[in-house]
């Protein structure tokens, strides 16, 4: 199964790339789809694009559910490996 999770970026890198924090793991992603990006947003990450900005409140929310069903770590897992689960 593969999840679109919250992320937040943490440093901009060029127009199209960006360190995000996933769950204290920092990851390059491509950011070529969400425009007028500011360190500090959160953007919904899917297979390494982010997709779309999120309000901080909702990510906030949506990660700590992730976190109360232990699916963080999992989904964490997956991305520092590259590898879906199905």
């Known amino acids: 199964m ?9 440093e901009l890198i060029d127009e199209e790339r960006a360190l995000a924090d996933i769950g204290g793991l920092r990851k390059e992603i491509n950011v070529a789809l969400v425009d007028d990006l500011s360190v500090g947003d959160y953007v ?3 297979v390494g694009y982010a997709l ?5 409140q909702e990510a906030e929310r949506t990660l ?3 976190a109360e069903l232990g699916q963080l ?3 964490c897992d997956e991305a520092e490996t590259g590898e879906d689960s199905v």
């Open 64 to 66: 700590a559910l992730f």
């Open 44 to 46: 919904i990450l899917h």
């Open 2 to 10: 593969c999840l679109a999770i919250p992320v937040r970026i943490e």
């Open 52 to 56: 779309n900005k999120l309000d901080p």
């Open 73 to 75: 770590q999992d989904v």
